[in-house]
C-alpha cells in the first residue's frame, strides 16, 4: 500500500512478469503494468509524499513517477555476484550480499542520483540467509551460521540484529530449525518474527543485548505459512497459509483471534495499510483481494 492508503502494488515473480499499480481511487479495477528491465530483487515500495513507486533491479533501484508517469533509474556499485538486496520500506537504505570474488555485506544510501556504500562486512565465514530492515531503517536482521569446515551446511543458525548505518552488531538469538525463512520486524522494531512450516517464531529485540530463544506459536490449521505483516498498530500479525485463508493473531498474547478465507487458490502475500483500514492478500493464480479490516 502506499502511505496514504490509496494505492496498491504488487510484483508477480513466478517468471516476473512485471510490476503492477492499482488506484483504489478509481472505480476501474484493471491496473497499469509497469515496464521493467532485468530481474527484480524485491523491495517494492512507494515513496513517503506517495509520488513515486520503487523497486530493486541488479545494481539499481527502478523508480516510477506516478505524476508525470516517466521511469527513472539510480544506480549504485556492487560487486560481482549479488545474492540478495534488501530495502528500508521508504528505499534510503540499501542492504545488498555478495558472493564470489568478496563475500560481504553493503550498507548503501542515496546521494542524488547515485548510491554511496556507507559500510562493509566480510561473510567469507559466514553463510547469511533472509536479510530485511526494520520499518524505519534503523535495524536489519538476518540468519546466519557458520560457513568455515568441510560440513558447514549442517551448523546451527542464529538470528543477527545489526545497526543499518553502521553494520554493527545490536543483538544474537537463537534458531531452533535447520532451513531460513523470512524475517520481519514489528512497526517499532520491538519484535522480530519469522515462520518455519507451521510455525511462528517471535523475539524481543532489545536496545542492546541477546535476543535469546523465539517463542513458537503453532497455526491453527496444519497449513504451511507463506507470509506475514503487521497491522500498523502492531496489535495483530496477519498470515497467509498455503490454504486460502489469512489468519490473524494476537500479538500480546499470540492467540489466533479471527480468520478472512478468500477463494484464490492458495495464498502466497499479505499486507496492511499504513492507516490499518485495509488488508490485501495475493494468491498463486494472479489474483488479489482487497477487504476493510478493523484495529
Do not use: C
Amino acid at each position: 500500500f502506499s502511505p496514504d492508503g490509496r494505492a496498491l502494488a504488487a510484483a508477480v515473480t513466478a517468471d516476473f512478469d512485471g510490476v503492477y499499480l492499482w488506484n483504489l481511487d478509481s472505480a476501474a479495477t484493471v491496473p497499469v503494468r509497469l515496464e521493467t528491465e532485468g530481474a527484480y530483487r524485491g523491495g517494492l515500495g512507494f515513496s513517503t509524499d506517495n509520488r513515486s513507486l520503487g523497486w530493486l533491479e541488479p545494481a539499481a533501484r527502478r523508480v516510477y513517477d506516478r505524476d508525470e508517469r516517466v521511469m527513472s533509474r539510480a544506480s549504485f556499485e556492487v560487486l560481482r555476484n549479488t545474492h540478495g538486496i534488501a530495502q528500508s520500506p521508504d528505499g534510503a537504505r540499501v542492504i545488498s550480499q555478495h558472493g564470489l570474488p568478496d563475500y560481504a555485506l553493503n550498507g548503501w544510501r542515496p546521494e542524488g542520483d547515485e548510491w554511496v556504500r556507507t559500510w562493509s562486512l566480510s561473510t567469507a565465514e559466514l553463510a547469511v540467509e533472509s536479510v530485511t530492515l526494520s520499518d524505519d531503517g534503523r535495524l536489519f536482521a538476518m540468519l546466519t551460521r557458520s560457513a568455515v569446515g568441510d560440513r558447514w551446511a549442517s551448523n546451527p543458525r542464529r538470528v543477527e540484529v545489526r545497526d543499518a548505518a553502521t553494520g554493527a552488531l545490536r543483538g544474537v538469538g537463537e534458531y531452533p530449525y535447520t532451513y531460513a525463512e523470512p524475517l520481519l520486524f514489528s512497526p517499532d522494531g520491538r519484535q522480530l518474527v519469522g515462520f518455519n512450516d507451521m510455525t511462528l517464531l517471535v523475539w524481543p529485540v532489545p536496545d542492546v543485548g541477546a535476543l535469546g530463544a523465539p517463542r513458537l506459536v503453532r497455526n491453527d490449521s496444519r497449513k504451511q505459512f507463506t507470509a506475514l505483516a503487521y497491522h500498523p498498530t502492531g496489535r495483530r500479525l496477519y498470515a497467509t497459509s498455503n490454504d486460502t485463508s489469512v489468519h490473524v493473531s494476537a500479538t500480546e498474547n499470540w492467540n489466533w483471534v479471527g480468520r478472512f478465507t478468500w477463494h484464490l487458490g492458495r495464498l502466497k502475500a499479505v499486507a496492511v495499510s499504513p492507516d490499518g483500514t485495509l488488508a490485501a492478500a495475493g494468491g498463486d493464480k494472479g489474483d488479489i483481494v482487497i477487504w476493510d479490516v478493523d484495529g
